[in-house]
């Protein structure tokens, strides 16, 4: 990241008003070009690609590196950095935040508990756990959804996967959403970066003990081949098992509580569509494909410059950051026929909510199902479904959208 060569260039696209909906500041930005230099807070700015080709290109290009842990501590004030460097260096350890070869290294060991079939294996689990969840929850009654249900749900699924025992969930919610307020945050605070950090000692120290026992008593969960990938001779330390451990958990949980929050936000505003969906539940592969595209859980992400390069014509120098605004590349009408209408049977939905290239989603396949299932049946078992009290807000995490609270009567 640079100081910008001129103020007047900065766009302002993270204020609390431009959350609240970026999708008229996305389209406005869409149609003065691809590339923009964006307000970051303080003396920082960024460049920003918006298009969909142009963010497609920017994450699949080499020249530029996922590594950019320490980035996210540079925007905080010189004197408390210092006391941050833990939390560079153990986000440093996630796969996102790697480059070839150790991410290709480790991508392709951990394709192995992401293939299709073991995804569609899982599909009994999930669709048991959303029963056990929504049982409870009785038509007519009135229910804040993300709490009772969007929250918790997928947490449970990737504790499953990880063979954790359910009874932890609310400590893994706790922790996980300090993290997101710290990453999601361009204009992250001191207060924000230390619940992080803590956060991160916190589930380090969780699994440091679990994989001490689970080595004694092997299983099928993902902490298991985890385990028996760093066996298998492969450069796999302690910190890094335990810091792909806190990844899945985190990237399993903080982005596809908000795919269901967000879609059945977003179905609930389209009653005839939703109608639709329910006498057809074929429908709802289409559907969940664009709800992501439409409120799509991560909104940026970014990548920092290797070399010089030039991107839509502009020259970034060396060691830049850029983002690519995946939330804004689904709506460019240079790739999507009316971006700004939601149609749930949209065809060849070539959305970036996974994002592209090499650190594509590796989970794309179960937040998939998972959306899938828990969407469908809410719809199903709940066609009163109505919006009550104020207006939803949304969190104050640009880069992961979400909710806060979606209260509902069932
Ligand atoms: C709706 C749900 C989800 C969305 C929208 C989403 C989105 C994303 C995006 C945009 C990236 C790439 C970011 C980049 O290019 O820098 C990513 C990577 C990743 N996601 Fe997801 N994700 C979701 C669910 C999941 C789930 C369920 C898991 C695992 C249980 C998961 C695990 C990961 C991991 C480990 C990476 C890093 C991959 C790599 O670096 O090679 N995600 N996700």
Not at 238 to 263: D, K, V
Not at 367 to 374: K, M, Y
């Amino acid at each position: 990241m640079a100081k910008p060569p001129l103020a007047s260039e900065r766009k302002i696209v993270f204020s609390d008003e431009v959350l609240q909906d970026p999708y008229p500041t996305y389209t406005r930005m869409l149609e003065e070009g691809p590339l923009h230099f964006v307000d970051m807070g303080g003396q920082w700015a960024v460049w920003a690609v918006f298009g969909h080709a142009e963010c497609s290109a920017v994450a699949k290009d080499p020249r530029l590196s996922a590594k950019r842990a320490q980035q996210m501590i540079i925007t905080l004030p010189p004197g408390s950095q210092a006391e941050f460097a833990d939390l560079a260096r153990m986000l440093g350890l996630w796969m996102i935040f790697m480059d070839p070869p150790e991410h290709t290294r480790l991508r392709k060991l951990l394709n192995k508990g992401f293939s299709p079939a073991a995804v569609d294996g899982l599909r009994p689990q999930v669709e048991a756990i959303v029963d056990r969840m929504l049982d409870p929850l009785k038509p007519g009654s009135e229910v804040e959804l993300m709490n009772r249900f969007a929250n918790p749900m997928p947490v449970r699924i990737i504790l499953e996967m990880l063979g954790i025992p359910q009874s932890l969930s609310d400590m893994f919610v706790k922790w996980s959403r300090d993290i997101a307020l710290f990453r999601g945050n361009p204009n992250r605070t001191v207060e924000q970066a230390r619940a992080a950090q803590d956060a991160l000692h916190g589930l380090t120290d969780y699994f440091r003990t679990a994989v001490a026992e689970r080595r004694k008593n092997k299983g099928t969960d993902l902490i298991s081949l985890l385990i028996d990938i760093e066996e298998e001779g492969e450069v796999l330390t302690e910190e890094e098992l335990y810091a792909q451990c806190i990844a899945m958990l985190f990237a399993g949980h903080e982005t596809t509580r908000n795919l269901i929050g967000s879609g059945m936000y977003t179905l609930l505003q389209h009653p005839e569509e939703t109608a639709q969906l329910r006498d057809k539940p074929e429908m709802i592969r289409p559907a969940v494909e664009e709800i992501l595209r439409w409120e799509s859980p991560v909104q940026f992400t970014a990548r920092v410059l290797k070399e010089d390069i030039e991107v839509c014509g502009q020259k970034i120098p060396k060691r830049w950051s850029i983002l690519c605004m995946l939330g804004a590349a689904n709506r460019d009408p240079r790739q999507f026929k009316d971006p700004n209408q939601l149609n749930l049977k949209r065809l060849n939905n070539q959305h970036l909510a996974f994002s592209a290239g090499p650190h594509f989603c590796i989970g794309s396949q179960l937040a998939r199902l998972e959306g899938q299932v828990a969407l469908l049946k809410l719809v199903q078992r709940y066609p009163q479904m109505k919006l009550v009290g104020p207006k939803p807000e949304w969190a104050p995490t640009f880069g992961f959208r979400g909710l806060k609270s979606l209260q509902v009567r069932l």
